[in-house]
């Protein structure tokens, strides 16, 4: 497989070669921007995230006519559509400040939209601190977060998702996140135990972590 290293401080041009199974793999390292040919033609698709930092489309990664682009400490394994089936995903951050509503355009036409993750202290759930409008993603009460929006027929590509969340100094911490089938314990990361139903717990809106935990969750 292919692997790109960074070699300079701002960009970094990757020797990215094609694996016989079609995988490229691209890797940020130090949260430097790092590109890394391949065939664009007909997109590219994320098959598998190596990294705990996130890998999400137009933040953490993108294709332009030349490859893939991968920065902010993701590393991930990419393969070029074959043009067949085209999956429209886009990310788009919106924050509450002081408290306050704010809408943030995108356009929808109806596909759908899910959170990826809260990056506020306050919590982000849907309907009541964050929604969804024609065109808009909205958040209030102080909801800061980035959103996936899905392709509205195909609506969000299978697979599970890499979360870290941690809890300093034997502090709860909540992770918001959108989970439909459930969250796993990868890895974890702390010298105090991760245990199931007492330092760590999931529901359809967060994984939470308490008692020192911090580990990385797969979220599906």
Do not use: Y
Request: hydrophobic fraction near 35%; charged fraction near 30%.
């Amino acid at each position: 497989m292919a692997l790109c290293v960074a070699a300079a401080v701002m960009a970094v041009a990757g020797r990215g070669a094609v694996a016989a199974d079609g995988v490229v793999r691209c890797e940020s390292s130090d949260l430097r921007r790092v590109h890394c040919p391949m065939d664009t033609r007909n997109d590219v698709e994320l098959v598998r995230q190596l990294s705990g930092n996130a890998c999400i489309r137009e933040s953490d990664w993108g294709v332009d006519a030349a490859g893939v682009w991968v920065a902010r400490g993701c590393r991930a394994e990419f393969r070029a559509r074959d043009g067949a089936v085209t999956v429209s995903r886009q990310m788009i951050r919106c924050e509450s400040s002081g408290g306050r509503t704010r809408s943030c355009p995108v356009a929808l036409r109806g596909a759908p939209v899910r959170l990826l993750r809260q990056v506020s202290v306050l919590p982000c759930k849907r309907d009541e601190s964050w929604g969804v409008g024609r065109n808009e993603v909205w958040v209030s009460r102080g909801c800061k977060g980035e959103f996936e929006v899905g392709d509205r027929d195909a609506g969000f590509p299978p697979g599970p998702r890499l979360l870290t969340c941690e809890s300093k100094d034997q502090v709860r911490r909540e992770c918001g996140t959108t989970i439909e089938r459930g969250a796993t314990l990868v890895r974890q990361l702390s010298g105090m135990a991760c245990e199931e139903g007492r330092s760590w717990g999931w529901t359809p809106e967060k994984v939470w972590v308490d008692k020192g935990c911090r580990a990385q969750f797969s979220v599906e």
